[in-house]
């Protein structure tokens, strides 16, 4: 990855982007700006980065494991077709959490808090979009049978390959573009969120491909909670329902993850 990828990703937003996602601006009192709070390293920390790791949970491809590993600076997802999760109509392989340090010591997004994600994802063109849900990361309640509060997707629409955000508690389309210009190279992801229930919440989601902004969407007035706190997830978590022959073996890499909250 470029250094000047990685310079754009820790760049702070100001008063004026923050507001114009529906985020705290500054007052004379207080300057609000994003402090980081989580840098780990793919060669350092490995998965010890995340608070849990889902790897082929219900052991359905031992020959197969590990499918989450750390390679060189990135963190690797392989999803294999034979692949099943504990819910045997689909596939998961996804890791949870922003964890510091290899004690419990992970970050808790927690409601009326302002939080920010940075990272690159390589998307080869054998992870396609499909007719049913391919997510490749998600805000979610902790727990077992929680629903999604946020999911960034791949999905076929009207034919087309697409890669999409949706507020999935009201199903919200926050912003889509073309998934086919993004394959096979790095995008760099801007996630923000306001953890608000009912009306009180926002979102921002930036995808930029060499530099430029391909998407930059926002949607305010939202719920972005459920209960007890919001956590972030990321990986491949497919359906097996896909009716376009879209599901092949695949990937997914992510790197330069960085985690900010507004203070």
Do not use: C
Request: charged share 20%; glycine share 10%.
């Amino acid at each position: 990855m470029s250094t000047s990828r990685r310079v754009l990703l820790g760049a702070a937003l100001g008063g004026a982007t923050a507001a114009a996602a529906g985020l705290p601006t500054a007052t004379a009192a207080h300057a609000a700006s994003w402090q980081q709070k989580w840098a780990p390293s793919a060669s350092a920390d490995g998965l010890g980065a995340f608070e849990t790791v889902e790897d082929d949970r219900a052991d359905s491809h031992s020959a197969g494991q590990p499918h989450i590993y750390a390679t060189g600076n990135n963190w690797r997802f392989d999803m294999h077709t034979v692949d099943r999760d504990t819910s045997t109509d689909r596939q998961r392989q996804e890791v949870t959490g922003l964890r510091n340090g290899s004690g419990g010591n992970y970050l808790k997004w927690t409601k009326g808090q302002t939080w920010r994600v940075t990272y690159s994802m390589y998307i080869p063109s054998s992870l396609k979009a499909t007719t049913t849900f391919t997510h490749i990361m998600q805000m979610k309640q902790p727990g077992s049978g929680t629903s999604p509060i946020v999911v960034q997707s791949l999905r076929r629409v009207n034919g087309r390959q697409t890669i999409e955000l949706k507020l999935a508690i009201d199903d919200i389309l926050v912003g889509r573009t073309d998934l086919d210009p993004l394959h096979d190279k790095w995008t760099d992801v801007d996630f923000q969120i306001k953890v608000g229930d009912g009306s009180a919440g926002s979102v921002r989601w930036i995808l930029k491909s060499a530099g430029s902004a391909v998407v930059d969407a926002s949607k305010t007035g939202v719920d972005t909670f459920l209960a007890d706190r919001v956590r972030p997830k990321w990986g491949i978590y497919r359906s097996l329902g896909d009716t376009s022959g879209s599901l092949q073996n695949t990937y997914l890499l992510l790197s330069n993850l960085r985690g900010y909250q507004l203070v």
